[in-house]
Every structure is written in C-alpha cells, then in structure tokens.
C-alpha cells in the first residue's frame, strides 16, 4: 500500500542483501511483491499485472535462461471461481516454456478426504473438516494430471508432513499446505530444495 516505496528504498541496500523490488500492491491489503538481487545478471522483457492485485508474472532472463516468474495470492473461490484457469489463460498466452508459479493459493494439490492421519489420508491437511476452496484445488490438481505444471515440494518430499497454514485462532489446531513451489515440467530440474520457513 502506502509503505510500498519505503519498502523499495530500504531493499536497495539491506542487511540481507541488494534487491530490485517489482510489485502489484496499491492497497493496504493483498497485492505481492517479488526481489529479484541486484547482482544476478538478469533482464526483464515484460511484466504483467492483474487488475484485481492478486497476480504479478515476470518475463525474465537470469544467468542466460528465459522464464516466468509467477506470483500469485489467490482469492477464496467465492470470490472468483474462474481464478485459476484465467491464470492459466495468462500463463499459455506468454508462450515461454519454463515457469515457476508460488504463492499463497489458497487451495491444495491434493484431492484426497482429510483424515487426522495425513499419512494415511490427505498429507497437506490435519484436522481439517474439508478441502479448502475445492474449486480451486480441483484445477491444481487437474493441472498436474495434464502435466501442465510439477508440484515441486511434494515431488522432492513425498511423504513430508509440512503445513504453511496456521490459524490466528491459537487454540485451533487446523493446518495445511496451501502456499506451493509449482514449476513447469521443464523447469522442474532447475529446482534442488523448497523450504517453508517455520511459521513459529
């Protein structure tokens, strides 16, 4: 929102390093931001913008190699049920071979009922009631059917036990994995780790 150039100014040099900032964020709410560090030889050929602030895709260059980097804060589907495939729409109109595609998606790669044993049920839920936004998780989930993209954590770990969703709500005791690392079957080995940070 307003903080955004604050922001901006205090990634060009940081204790963490020299960043280039590209954003959608206008409010003071949702909107996504994307560092690229300064010292990677990179160009940007295009940047992409929704309208509705949920989605900023960089047509990059890095160290020789063009892809897109795809970062998404995915509304609940009540409140646009064609999200993902209008995302998929942007994606097949680039016409750029590998991508990586993260963020907040707000649903799950993983159609499986939820039990309260994820390895016996659905692994990126526990104690969860039902899928969340199901609309949504059904399209990831025919995506990766299609081959359209990798689930690259759960490639790497298949039988990782990792949740990226906590509730504010201390005593509930609900979590799952609706924050994803999804690339493009050809950028798939470009990627050796994902790490969620631990949310505590």
Known sequence: GQN?????????????????????SSKGERGIITLIKKNLPY????????SCENILILDIIIRGLRFLIINVYSPIQEDCR?????????ITN???????????????????????????GNIDLYQTLRIPNPIHSRNIV???????IIDKFRSLYPQ?????????????????????CL???????FISNVEYLNLL
Do not use: Q
């Open 142 to 148: 025919e995506w990766l059917g299609e081959n359209f």
């Open 160 to 180: 990782k036990l990792e949740y990226s969703y906590i509730p504010f709500n201390k005593t509930a005791s609900n979590r799952s994995r609706i924050d994803h």
């Open 43 to 50: 160009t940007v050929h295009k940047i992409i913008k929704s």
């Open 183 to 189: 690339c493009s079957p050809s950028f798939s080995n």
């Open 94 to 120: 680039l016409n750029v071979k590998h991508f990586i595609l993260m963020g907040d998606l707000n649903c799950i790669t993983n159609l499986l009922p939820p039990t309260n044993n994820g390895l016996i």
């Open 82 to 90: 064609d999200f993902m495939p209008s995302l998929k729409n942007k």
């Open 4 to 24: 955004i150039n604050k922001l901006r100014k205090y990634l060009t040099l940081s204790k963490f390093g020299n960043f280039e900032l590209f954003d959608n």
